[in-house]
């Protein structure tokens, strides 16, 4: 049983890295690189729908983690799983200090009724992005070192 909860835990986190990491690299890249008007509303339109799924996938995630270390608090790579689960915990403040509330204000803006300034906003969130991804990655390859 724990063998499973330990694979579940790994694809279901692994996934999200690779949804995150498709955001950072492919999706926003694209994104930027249409007419202004069309990235922003396309930034909108994302934000909107990930921003629906993601908080569940994240706190599933930690649950999933959580579980994990508790059920197998004496097994093998024990320390591996509890820290990637604080580097989760990590990802999920920054997110809710730093991404989500510029990811709130983007999902608001129109072409009509956007700040002047929110091509340098979208960057900031890009760079804490960034971070988080590499976050969530290091908490992945852990995840992936403790079924060894």
């Known amino acids: 049983m724990l063998n499973a909860l330990e694979v579940v835990t790994t694809v279901i986190v692994g996934v999200m890295v690779g949804a995150e990491f498709s955001v950072a690299f492919v999706i926003n890249p694209i994104l ?7 990235g922003q509303l396309g930034h909108a339109h994302g934000g909107r729908m990930l921003g629906a799924v993601m908080p569940v996938w994240y706190i599933g995630s930690l ?23 604080a580097l989760l915990m990590l990802s ?11 990811n709130n204000r983007n999902k608001t803006w129109t072409p009509d009724n956007r700040p002047a ?3 340098e906003q979208m ?15 290091a908490a992945f390859i852990l995840l992936v070192a403790a079924l060894a």
Do not use: Q
């Open 32 to 38: 930027n690189a249409l007419p202004e008007d069309s």
């Open 63 to 85: 649950v999933l983690v959580a579980v994990w270390a508790i059920a197998g608090w004496r097994h093998h790579g024990t320390g591996l799983v509890v820290t990637a689960g």
């Open 92 to 102: 999920m403040i920054m997110s809710i200090l730093l991404l989500v509330p510029i």
């Open 117 to 119: 300034d929110w091509k």
């Open 123 to 137: 960057n900031r969130w890009d760079r804490f992005h960034y971070v988080r991804v590499a976050v969530i990655i």
